[in-house]
């Protein structure tokens, strides 16, 4: 994260549930760079909101938080449900410890919904050109609710541009399918390398990324990983070609001397619980 600083990277984002406010804090204080930070809770009330803004504003060691967003919301009836949270954050924003408020979302349906709320400033949904992790549609639908919600104002920055690590082998057509789209103003991207933050740097800065460093990239160790919230499905068997997937235990196991990396069981996977880093 400090090297990603001093490169340039202004912008990360973060949630509660992601316990990353000490590394992001540390990175700063090692570099003297105050980036813009936003987070996001699950929180749906008062009491939780209260609880998840001020952990940011200690752990962070900021008075403001830039964006704070409820995290994850499935449908305009989420939103209701977590309507007392937000209230919570607009309520701080007037008092002047959070600058914007939003909602982060893997649904086209949150992203229409947030774009008729006047009280919404951000709005971070996935997108990516495969649609990987889309609940409620394709790349089609979302990127016309994002143009709904650009047109209505709001500041969107996409998340998953590579599909959580799955589009990884098609990184220059899924990258610029992004970029290339008006309405999106950030592009969150995860990295673990400098020569990923490189790759990117390049790209985004509409260059060609050196070759020693593609290669670099490239030859990053990686590994698919099947998240706790996995619903067993057993989807991402049936689509493995390569036999590398199996129930054991009532556990998805990979066999990582058959898994390719191909990432064709991530599109498969209902409840996004498979990543490739
Ligand atoms: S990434 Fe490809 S090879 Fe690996 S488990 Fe998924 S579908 Fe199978
Ligand atoms: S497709 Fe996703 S939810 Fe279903 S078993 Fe595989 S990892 Fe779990």
């Keep these: 994260m400090a090297y990603a600083m001093e490169r340039g990277v202004v912008f990360f984002d973060t949630a509660q549930l992601y316990k990353t406010y000490e590394y992001i804090r540390a990175a700063s204080e090692k570099?003297?760079?105050?980036?813009?930070?936003?987070?996001?809770?699950?929180?749906y009330d008062t009491a939780?909101?209260?609880?998840?803004?001020?952990?940011?504003?200690?752990?962070?060691d900021r008075d403001v938080i830039d964006i704070f967003m409820l995290h994850e919301q499935e449908s305009r009836l989420t939103l209701e449900g977590h309507?007392?949270?937000?209230?919570?954050?607009?309520k701080?924003?007037?008092?002047?410890?959070?600058?914007?408020?939003?909602?982060?979302t893997h649904n086209v349906e949150v992203v229409e919904a947030a774009a008729e709320m006047d009280e919404v400033d951000i709005i971070h949904p996935i997108f990516n050109i495969?649609?990987?992790?889309?609940?409620?549609?394709?790349?089609?639908?979302?990127?016309?609710?994002?143009?709904?919600?650009?047109k209505a104002g709001k500041g969107i920055f996409s998340m998953k541009p590579l599909g959580g690590g799955s589009l990884i082998s098609n990184y220059d057509d899924s990258i610029r399918?992004?970029?290339?789209?008006?309405?999106?103003?950030?592009?969150?991207?995860?990295?673990?390398?400098?020569?990923?933050?490189?790759?990117?740097?390049?790209?985004?800065?509409?260059?060609?990324?050196?070759?020693?460093?593609?290669?670099?990239?490239?030859?990053q160790n990686r590994?698919?990983?099947?998240?706790?919230?996995?619903?067993?499905?057993?989807k991402c068997i049936k689509r493995c070609k390569q036999n590398a997937l199996s129930m054991e235990n009532?556990?998805?196991?990979?066999?990582?001397a058959k898994c390719v990396m191909c990432g064709y069981c991530c599109a498969e996977c209902p409840a996004f619980a498979i990543k490739i880093y």
């Design 250 to 256: 009532g556990k998805v196991k990979v066999d990582g």
């Design 83 to 90: 309507r007392e949270a937000l209230l919570y954050y607009i």
């Design 48 to 60: 939780g909101a209260k609880a998840a803004l001020e952990e940011a504003r200690k752990t962070l």
């Design 130 to 150: 495969s649609g990987i992790g889309i609940n409620d549609g394709g790349p089609k639908e979302m990127a016309a609710a994002i143009e709904k919600a650009g």
């Design 177 to 219: 399918y992004v970029l290339g789209n008006s309405n999106i103003h950030s592009v969150a991207v995860g990295m673990k390398s400098r020569a990923e933050i490189e790759m990117n740097l390049a790209v985004f800065n509409g260059k060609e990324p050196a070759p020693e460093v593609i290669e670099k990239a490239a030859l």
């Design 223 to 234: 590994s698919l990983h099947i998240e706790f919230w996995c619903e067993k499905c057993g």
């Design 92 to 104: 701080q924003k007037q008092l002047g410890k959070i600058r914007a408020v939003g909602v982060s």
């Design 31 to 43: 570099t003297g760079i105050v980036p813009v930070v936003s987070t996001k809770s699950y929180a």
